[in-house]
């Protein structure tokens, strides 16, 4: 598969395989997604991250709008929201070697008339039966109005505000070790820390603050929400899976001013329920969703 038809660098990254047209409305999209992955990593119970179902639909709702509906590579794709809920028994089963899995998805027409805007809406298939399902919704704009968008949004920034924040531990989001920790803690609150170099969140050059990175900081933020020390089998820290997600994005974010992440919903003592969270910059909301978690099964 391209990379350039999902906008990856890396080839590597591409977890697309091939495609087969399924009727006149759908389209059912291999995956192959890495046993081992240097970023999107399983957790200590072998769980496989849902991250990585989340990247590979981003892939496919770009390739499918490039390759079966003619959208120009000239232009510049912007997601208004994402919708995903996974069932967590075949997720979480422990992987030697790489899972094949199948996308069926299906594109709303409007990309046929002036190509700027489209919905995917997709079943997630592992060993032949649906374990998932996901919704997209993107733009797909010239680069005068993809400019006209990104000063528009800069614009209403204020002088940029860098806080002292104490970074999160790997254990408190849910990520291995801390260079995957996207959140530290000022004055009470969570605060993004982006890191630009960073080869997993920007595998390449972004002028602003990937959707991507923000997904994954509402990922941890629910984390830091619900996560409490529950010991298992031979006194492992039972992880939170995540299973459900649903996010808007509202506004670029940019990457030289903090980024507030704030979470409200059930009681703090809860592990699962839905979660409500937003990102905020100099007031303005850049994206705004919820999530939820259920624990992981010791295997």
């Given amino acids: 598969m391209p990379r350039e038809l999902v906008h990856k660098e890396s080839a590597a990254e591409v977890f697309l395989t091939n495609t087969l047209t399924a009727g006149d409305e759908r389209i059912r999209v291999g995956v192959s997604w890495p046993g081992n992955h240097g970023f999107y990593r399983s957790d200590g119970l072998g769980c496989s991250d849902p991250l990585l179902v989340i990247e590979t639909v981003r892939q496919a709702a770009i390739y499918l709008a490039h390759a079966h509906y003619a959208v120009p590579l000239s232009r510049h ?15 979480t089963r422990p992987r030697s070697g790489p899972v ?95 890191d630009p170099t960073h080869p997993g969140y920007f595998e390449h050059v972004c002028d602003h603050v990937p959707g991507m ?66 990102a905020v910059q100099s007031g303005v909301i850049l994206a705004k969703g919820s999530v939820d978690f259920v624990p992981a099964r010791f295997r």
């Fill in 213 to 278: 990175v923000l997904i994954e900081a509402f990922r941890q933020a629910g984390h830091v929400a619900r996560h409490r020390p529950d010991p298992g089998p031979e006194g492992r820290t039972r992880p939170l899976w995540l299973s459900h997600l649903s996010i808007d994005f509202g506004s670029f974010g940019e990457l030289d001013d903090d980024v507030l992440v704030r979470t409200e919903g059930t009681s703090a003592s809860d592990t699962a329920g839905g979660l409500e969270i937003e």
């Fill in 77 to 91: 794709f912007i997601f208004t929201g994402l919708e995903v809920s996974l069932e967590q028994h075949e997720f």
């Fill in 100 to 194: 094949q899995a199948v996308l069926d998805c299906g594109y709303e027409a409007v990309w046929l008339r002036d190509k700027s805007r489209g919905t995917l809406d997709c079943v997630i298939e592992v060993a032949g039966r649906p374990v998932g399902r996901a919704r997209a919704g993107l733009l797909a704009v010239e680069t005068p109005l993809y400019r006209q968008l990104r000063n528009r949004s800069a614009g209403r920034r204020g002088v940029p505000v860098r806080r002292r924040a104490e970074q999160l531990t790997g254990d408190q989001v849910g990520r291995h070790g801390t260079g995957d920790v996207l959140l530290g803690r000022s004055d009470g609150e969570l605060v993004l820390r982006v």
